[in-house]
Structure formats: C-alpha cells, structure tokens
C-alpha cells in the first residue's frame, strides 16, 4: 500500500512538472509572451506595402535590442498598405524622427520582427508619429516564384541557344 502512495505522489508530480514545462515553453515560443510589470510606453505607426507573416505581439527592437512590440495591425484602404502600430517603451524617447522601420526574419524559419535603423534628425519620435521610411517583409514565394519565371523564359520555347563563347566560327 505504501509503495502505491509513493508511485502516485511521484506520478502526479512529474505530471505536474510537464504542465509547467509545456506553460514555459508557450510563453517563451509565442510573440506576446507574458510581462508581468508594465512600463509607461508611447505609439508609432509605419506603413508598408507588404508584411508578410507580421504578427501582433511581435518585437520591435533598435541595434538588437527590443525596445517594444507590435500593437496593432490595420489596413489603409487610400494608399493600399499595411498600418502597423508599435508600442515603444517610453525609456526609449530618443529615436530620431527619420529613422527607418524594416521587417525582418528571426532565423531561417522563424516569425518576423520589425527593426528600427536610427536616423540623423535632431528631433524625436513622440506619441502617435509616424515612421515614413519603411522597407516591407522579404517574401521568399515571391523570390522563388521570379526565379522560376527568369528560368523558363530563359530556357523556353525550344529555341537553341548556344552558351556564350562556345559559338562557332566560319
């Protein structure tokens, strides 16, 4: 009887320990994670053409550092672009007003982020401005799908074509 007690103490606990584990592992996987102190922060909004898979709750980070996360994504129905919404901890008041906004890939196959290049202005960003110079997401189907067009123009159509410098001459 003792020994079954012991087994089933040790088997809860373990079972225990894996829910903290899978908690843990949600949280630090997941673009939002969880704060649990809040920070006084200001809004910035950029527009891009593309996002690709941009998400709420993304980073937003300056020379490798996070410095906020995405708030908001909308859509802009006069210029045809994407409106993303950052919220920048309020620490970081100094971003020049010409700075840049480029989003980026965390890894081969990770989520995407947008990074924040300072300008050289002497004025600041402040709540609500909006970031003009942006570069969109990098899309790797649109890549591949220009080199597979480039690649059978290139060999279509049946012509023959001999490589360049191997034409023979009469």
């Known amino acids: 009887m003792r020994k079954s007690r012991a087994m089933n ?7 225990l320990l894996g829910f ?3 908690f843990f592992l949600t949280t630090q996987t997941t673009s ?10 200001y809004r910035v909004i950029a527009k891009f053409d593309n996002i690709g898979d941009l998400k709420v709750g993304a980073p937003v980070s300056m020379a490798g550092v996070q410095i906020g996360r995405v708030a908001a994504i909308g859509f802009d129905s006069r210029d045809y672009k994407a409106v993303v919404t950052m919220r920048l901890d309020a ?10 906004a ?17 300008g ?4 600041y960003l402040k709540n609500n401005d909006q970031i003009d110079f942006t570069q969109s997401a990098f899309v ?14 290139n060999s279509g159509g049946g012509a023959k074509s001999a ?6 001459q009469q």
Not at 32 to 41: D, L, N, Q, T, V
Not at 91 to 100: A, E, G, L, V
């Open 9 to 15: 103490l040790g088997t809860g606990l373990f079972v």
């Open 20 to 22: 903290a584990a899978l």
């Open 32 to 41: 939002s994670g969880i704060s649990f102190h809040r920070e006084p922060r």
């Open 91 to 100: 620490k970081y008041n100094q971003i020049p007003t010409d700075s840049d």
């Open 102 to 118: 480029s989003i980026y890939t965390q890894g081969l196959l990770g989520g995407k982020f947008i990074g924040l290049t300072p």
């Open 120 to 123: 050289g202005a002497e004025t």
């Open 140 to 153: 790797l189907e649109n890549l591949i799908g220009q080199f597979l067009a480039n690649f059978s123009k």
């Open 163 to 168: 490589a360049p410098g191997t034409e023979k």
